[in-house]
Nanobody, 116 residues
Framework: QLQIAESGGGLVQPGESLTLSCEGY????????WSWIRQAPGKGVEWVAY????????EYADSVKGRFTISRDNAKNKLYLQMNNLKVEDTAVYYC?????????RGPGTRVTVSS
């Protein structure tokens, strides 16, 4: 049974950093490209970043480019999102999702709140 679990969210102040993790269970995690996507309160789902299967094709949304870094460890079935210089507008529930874009199978999400 395919299971996905995100973790690492929390409450931080503007300018601080967080690292999110996503772990997959019950399927070959390394066979897929993965995205991080997010949904801010009252807004639609936004694609944030993508890594192909082996991590040599990486893409970022303009809103996070230069501040966020996506990475993966297929041996551990994990995907990461290092988030630096967080802004209030980064407040959202963050999900990892299969493939590129916002439509892939996703986990329950982890909440990130950026507030002073």
């Amino acid at each position: 049974q395919l299971q996905i679990a995100e973790s690492g969210g929390g409450l931080v102040q503007p300018g601080e950093s967080l690292t999110l993790s996503c772990e997959g269970y019950g399927f070959p995690f390394g066979d897929y490209g993965w995205s991080w996507i997010r949904q801010a309160p009252g807004k639609g789902v936004e694609w944030v970043a993508y890594s192909n299967r082996i991590g040599d094709d990486i893409e970022y949304a303009d809103s996070v480019k230069g501040r966020f870094t996506i990475s993966r460890d297929n041996a551990k079935n994990k995907l990461y999102l290092q988030m630096n210089n967080l802004k209030v507008e980064d407040t959202a529930v963050y999900y990892c999702a299969q493939g590129i874009g916002t439509g892939g199978t996703r986990g329950p999400g982890t909440r990130v709140t950026v507030s002073s």
